[in-house]
Nanobody
Framework: QVQLVESGGGLVQPGESLRLSCAASGMTFSTYAWYRQVPGQQRELVGSITSAGNRYYADSVKGRFTISRDNTENTVYLQMNNLKPEDTAVYYC?????????WGQGTQVTVSS
């Protein structure tokens, strides 16, 4: 059974940091991506990382967020620094292998003073 389990969300103040984790089980994946969604809005891509380590970041998070992966642990991370109120959203992990796509359950990140 394939599962993606996210953790690390929470409530922080502007300027603080959080690290999200997404632990995969049941399969190894080539590409991981982090998305976020605000109620009433479309889910947006935050960034991604391939098996070769190639990374993509949305302009809104470049220089503040970093994606990394630990292939031995089948885990992908999203290090979020200098968080802003507009980063508030539910963050989702997506994993792909060929035509197979899996999503995590989401973790809430709230940035507020």
């Amino acid at each position: 059974q394939v599962q993606l389990v996210e953790s690390g969300g929470g409530l922080v103040q502007p300027g603080e940091s959080l690290r999200l984790s997404c632990a995969a089980s049941g399969m190894t994946f080539s590409t991981y991506a982090w998305y976020r969604q605000v109620p009433g809005q479309q889910r947006e891509l935050v960034g991604s990382i391939t098996s070769a380590g190639n990374r993509y970041y949305a302009d809104s998070v470049k220089g503040r967020f970093t994606i990394s992966r630990d292939n031995t642990e089948n885990t992908v991370y999203l290090q979020m620094n200098n968080l802003k109120p507009e980063d508030t959203a539910v963050y989702y992990c997506k994993a792909t292998r060929f035509a197979l796509v899996y999503w995590g359950q989401g973790t809430q990140v709230t940035v507020s003073s």
